[in-house]
């Protein structure tokens, strides 16, 4: 069976500094990895998605940048953290071509001071 | 473009008592629509999905939803609600290239 993992589960990150959140699926091949954040505890905002290793698209101009160096890997970075980036972040895939039904991890909490 | 409106912020319920979760959309063409229910500090989980063909999908947890294609409403709902099922609940809709687009959610609160 697939399983999606996260991490870290936590982070406390000063302003300025830089990020990196790793997410990995296995199980599948070819999968569709997305990056969600969702803030104030509500609304999920799709920041990235990626249909293939080094394929990545952008929903919204902002502050981080998303990496897929392997096809079950998919990494949400920022050189220089902003107050407003902290959120609870999803990693989510999809089988690539028959699948559409979107599975999310457990998210990771960045707080950034 | 596509888009999905739950309307209520919050629902309350008894324990025991049915409960409705109101999910409404706007699409072209055919909807793909998908329920998710998150716990506190998890990440979300798929309950049921509406592809094509019977209109009651029935889904995890004892929770069903009915697809209505006139009223362009995709609503969640359980016979017996369990004090378990508090959680905040998320609608969406395949938005194109297989993203999803999330409506707000709607927190449930069933009380003993």
């Known amino acids: 069976s697939q399983t999606i993992h996260q991490w870290p589960a936590t982070l406390v990150q000063p302003v300025g500094s830089p990020l990196s959140l790793e997410c990995t699926v296995e199980g599948t091949s070819n999968p569709n990895l997305y990056w969600y954040r969702q803030a104030a505890g509500r609304g999920l905002q799709l920041l990235f998605y990626s249909v293939g290793i080094g394929q990545i698209s952008s929903e919204v101009p902002q502050n981080l940048s998303a990496s897929r160096p392997q096809d079950r890997q998919f990494i949400l970075s920022s050189k220089k953290l902003l107050l407003s980036d902290s959120g609870f972040y999803l990693c989510a895939w999809k089988e690539g071509i028959s699948g559409n039904t979107i599975y999310f991890g457990e998210g990771s909490w960045l707080t950034v001071v | 473009a596509q888009s999905v409106a739950q309307p209520e912020d919050q629902v309350n319920v008894a324990e025991g008592n049915p409960l409705t979760v109101k999910c409404t959309y706007s699409?072209?063409?055919?909807?793909?629509l998908f329920w998710y229910v998150q716990y506190p500090n998890r990440g979300l989980q798929f309950l049921l999905k509406y592809i094509t063909g019977d209109n009651l999908v029935k889904g995890s947890y004892g929770f069903e939803a009915e697809f209505n294609k006139s009223q362009t409403s995709f609503h969640l709902k359980k016979p017996s609600a369990l004090v378990s099922d508090s959680a905040l609940y998320f609608c969406a809709v395949h938005g194109g290239y297989n993203k999803l687009i999330f409506g707000a959610g709607t927190r449930l609160a069933v009380h003993p």
């Open positions: 699409v072209s063409g055919n909807p793909y």
